[in-house]
């Protein structure tokens, strides 16, 4: 049996129960979420469809004019949104974008988005971004790094930052600690945010071999702000995060047991890859109505009001 | 005796790991050794792959990426040029212009300019003009919204002041020349209509956006001339002079399109405001909303 499958019949052979921790910051549990996505653009806006909260990635709606940002508009004015961006490296020896953080903290700004979320990684050094999720080692000088950057952005965005835990398919040798562990001294240190992404925490615990529930319970509850789930690609040596389909049971049991271990917190369904209609994805995000912590949907926002032509 | 603990700086481990993701993209390629020992320096192999094969899942990942990308952006081009000419068009059109922006947006914006260069393709005159039009309308596509024009609008202006007012186009609109029928190229791909001739041939086009849609209009040469030079902030009777100078027919022809131009391109809301002459007022329209 591999480590793999040994950490999941764990999770069952000890029935583990912990009492929900209070969390750390005082942000709302949204519901159930769904990305928006170009492909659901005119649905969304036509239909008005009943969910909870949208979540955009941010760097879609920065610098841009046209149809993105009128449409981002009309949604926001109706429904919460949480914005959850890939190109703020903060891992990265590359110093930080000052003018990407202004971006995005007027961006937040003008759709009154609840929280903002990176990942933790970088995307390029050397002034290049190569527009890919990168891992990092966990070592102490990365995470004296990361958290001194962590805190310089949350001086300009002036509110927490939430680091998403990563997909990765290469564990550096220089690796000292756990992911786990690095991500709460992270979390700790630089007072910040997480969003615990169980889809994640299923593809790396394949890909490097490590009990996904041990992740889990060395995680600081705490401070996880929001839940994402999604598919992935098995490709046989290794999983690939393909954010594609429907996710696989083993990675809702991980959503049960975050949900069992924060009392519920807002949970996003992530569809990037052959993006189905959107009833489709929306379908999907329900499965986590369980593990948010909230029996029904919130009513839909405020009232349409159509814009004068 | 323990193992010596492997301590790799974050930028060397950094700027190494970035080399290895663009190196076999650049053309510097290394044995299948080289890139076994170089890995093996920083990376672990896991149980079902060696260190090098974990690195090449990010190598795979970035170019495929960002072909994806580039691909629906100029996908036309890619259709003429088919996949593997495409690719490796891309290709050295990211040795050239590696994205240094954290948006995609942009990543694209050169492809025509590289074309232009010293790359060497089959079709090349002929994909430079089709990545130009798709470039002119990405750049619309992501433009500014404004207010636009409507005939009521115009109707406002006094005949006296015609000539002496300047007509100013929508941020969302640009203009291309040609020397292939590259409208017509991109729709017939567009459409999956059968090609029209892909010979040389001078063509002049409009691309604009109109209601969330960007749209694409053949000109004549005149009115591409009239049409550029209101864009470019000239009197509309300077714009209808710069258009003379490219009519092949007579004053009476030149009125003609000239007005009948006017009415198609205030109706399909290519304009957002008149500028009337030195009394510096504007005319907007009536009822201005963002759609």
Redesign the interface.
């Known amino acids: 049996m591999s480590t793999h499958e040994r950490g999941l019949s764990s999770a069952v052979f000890f029935g583990m129960k912990t009492q929900p921790t209070r969390p750390r910051f005082d942000l709302p549990n949204l519901g159930v979420g769904v990305g928006l996505r170009s492909q659901h653009y005119g649905f969304v806006v036509e239909t008005k469809p009943s969910v909870d909260w949208f979540e955009i990635i941010s ?1 879609n709606f ?6 993105p ?2 449409i981002l508009e009309q949604v926001a004015a109706r429904y919460p949104i949480v914005m959850h961006g890939v ?1 703020m ?1 903060i ?3 590359d110093p930080l ?1 000052r003018e ?1 953080l202004a971006q995005l903290k007027a961006l937040a700004t003008r759709t009154k988005a609840r929280w903002i979320s990176d990942h933790l990684c ?11 999720l ?4 966990y ?1 102490e ?2 995470l004296r ?1 990361v958290v001194a950057r962590i805190r310089q952005v949350q001086d300009v965005l002036e509110r927490p930052l939430v680091l998403e835990n990563p997909s990765s ?6 690796t ?1 600690m756990s992911e786990w562990e690095f991500l709460a001294r992270m979390a700790e240190d630089a007072d910040c945010g997480l969003l615990l992404d169980v889809n994640n925490v299923f593809v790396s615990s394949f ?3 490590f009990d996904p529930y041990e992740y889990l319970s060395g995680i600081p509850m705490e401070r996880v702000v929001q839940f994402h789930v999604a598919g992935h690609t098995h490709k ?3 999983i ?1 995060d393909t954010h594609s389909g429907q996710a696989v049971n083993e990675v809702w049991k991980l959503c049960e047991r975050a949900c069992e271990l924060t009392g519920g917190r807002s949970a996003l369904y992530e569809w990037d890859e052959d993006v189905p209609a959107f009833d489709v994805v929306a379908l999907e995000a329900e499965k986590a109505r369980a593990f948010t912590g909230m029996r029904t949907a919130h009513k839909t926002g405020p009232k349409w009001e159509r ?3 | 005796m323990g193992a010596r603990a492997v301590v790799n700086p974050l930028a060397e481990i950094e700027h190494w790991f970035q080399g290895e993701v663009v190196r076999p993209h650049e053309g510097r390629s290394k044995s299948a050794e080289e890139r076994e020992a170089s890995a093996a320096e920083f990376v672990k192999p896991s149980q079902s792959l060696s260190a090098a094969e974990r690195v090449e899942i990010y190598t795979d990942m970035y170019f495929s990426r960002l072909l994806e990308v580039l691909g629906e952006e100029y996908s036309v081009v890619r259709e003429l040029a088919g996949h593997e000419d495409f690719s490796r068009l891309i290709r050295a059109y990211l040795r050239e212009f590696p994205s240094r922006h954290w948006s995609l947006n942009g990543l694209g914006r050169k492809l025509p300019e590289f074309l232009a260069g010293k790359y060497r393709t089959p079709k090349k005159a002929l994909l430079h003009d089709v990545a130009r039009l798709e470039c002119l309308m990405s750049i619309v596509f992501d433009a500014e919204h404004s207010n636009v024009l409507t005939s009521a609008d115009v109707a406002q202006v006094a005949p006296t002041d015609f000539t002496s007012a300047r007509l100013r186009t929508i941020p969302a609109l640009e203009l291309g020349n040609f020397d292939h029928a590259a409208n017509a190229i991109v729709r017939a791909v567009r459409m999956s209509e059968p090609l029209p001739a892909l010979t040389k041939k001078r063509t002049f086009t409009v691309v604009w956006r109109k209601e969330w849609t960007v749209w694409r209009m053949d000109l004549a040469e005149s009115m591409f001339h009239v049409l550029g030079s209101l864009k470019s902030g000239h009197t509309i009777g300077e714009a209808i002079e710069e258009g003379g100078r490219h009519h092949h027919g007579d004053a009476a022809s030149l009125q003609a399109a000239v007005s009948h131009s006017f009415g198609e391109w205030i109706s399909e809301g290519l304009f957002e405001r008149v500028d009337l002459g030195r009394t510096r007022l504007r005319i907007e329209p009536e009822d201005p909303s963002i759609l």
């Open positions: 760097e920065m610098g841009v004019g046209g149809r940002t009128w190109s490296s891992g990265s020896m974008d990407y970088w995307t390029g050094v050397a002034h290049r971004n190569l527009h890919d990168l891992p990092l080692p070592t000088e990365c790094h398919y290469v564990e550096f040798k220089s000292s890909n490097h071999a046989g040596t290794h690939l814009a004068q032509s």
